[in-house]
């Protein structure tokens, strides 16, 4: 079977193996469409953090089931989405029901080998049928799910006034979801073509370029009250720290973007708000079963989010291109 591996920075190879043998609590799945996910890309221009190579990218993946191994609740060409968060089961993160940030997580593509491979072994629990979507939305479940746990976690909701720092493919979705909870959202970006988008087809009220009139723009549309809910999925170290800026008194800042190093703020801007700086990493099952029913529902759209498709040998060849800002890629996705 073919699979493309990153052996280091900038070096992907098309390579072929022999098919996965599945353990016990296994299941043997064809991939039929990978997200490329801003990890993969990260991993390919050498700067991500928590990752060694070599290694096989991709975990936003939509596969079926090639041999099911013996689980009677699942058949083979059955449509599934894939949780590529491999958690131990026994941790004090595990225990409260948070597996998304597992004291020993292992995620497919950055710790252990992703799919980026015709046929891949996968724990038949991390497996959900999914016979009503089409393959891109099902390869675009993870990402989702990553923007729907956000939103859940700063608990936004009806009226309040949200700003996304960030139009990528996560910071759209934060964007849909929290106005899918009734937030009124401001997007920000240094990219305009991204703020269209993020006001035509996601929902944005208000976008504007993120420089240094940003927070005069967030005063002038929130009464100078600023947002309750600040998310960045920048990942960019000036854009995380500038976040609290634009936090409302008695706000939530979520910071959904990673950056590799230590972050600063001044703490006594942050003790006068009595503001609260949240991580978010992840997602849970029920974040991919919310996730799921959204698409089912259509209310995602997802003709303007996967922007860029390739066939899978073509892939390597496209991987430098969707770095480039120039090319406007949102959600590039390969098919095997």
Known sequence: MKYIVCETPGDLQLRSREIPTAAADEVL??????????????????????????????????GEIYDANGHSTLTPGERVAIIPYINCGNCIACRAGKTN????????????????????????????????LSWEEI????????????????????GQKVLVMGCGPIGLAIVLFAKLQGAEVIASDINQTRLD??????????????????????????????????????????????????????????????????????HPSLHAKEASILSSRNATKADFLYVIDTLKNKQFPVAN????????????????????PANQVIKAMTSL
């Open 139 to 158: 390869a675009i479940i993870e990402p989702l799910c990553i923007a729907a746990h956000a939103v859940k976690r700063a608990q936004v909701s009806k």
């Open 197 to 266: 988008v993020a006001a035509t087809h996601f929902g944005a009220a208000h976008v504007f370029l993120a420089n240094k009139e940003l927070k005069k723009a967030v005063a002038a549309v929130t009464q100078n009250e600023l947002c309750e809910v600040v998310f960045d999925a920048t990942g960019n170290k000036t854009a995380l720290e500038s976040g609290v800026d634009y936090m409302s008194h008695s706000g939530r800042y979520l910071l959904v973007g990673l950056y590799k190093d230590y972050l600063s703020f001044h």
């Open 29 to 62: 799945v064809k991939i039929r469409k990978i997200g490329i996910c801003g990890t993969d890309l990260h991993a390919y221009a050498g700067n991500q953090a928590f990752f060694s190579y070599p290694r096989i990218l991709g975990h936003e993946l939509a």
């Open 305 to 324: 989010y996967v922007t860029h498709q390739v066939p899978f040998e073509e892939m390597i060849g496209s991987f430098a291109s969707w770095i480039d």
């Open 101 to 132: 940030c597992c004291a020993t997580l292992k995620v497919l593509g950055v710790h252990i080998d992703g799919g980026m491979q015709e046929i891949i072994s996968i724990p038949a629990r991390l497996l959900i049928p999914t016979p009503d």
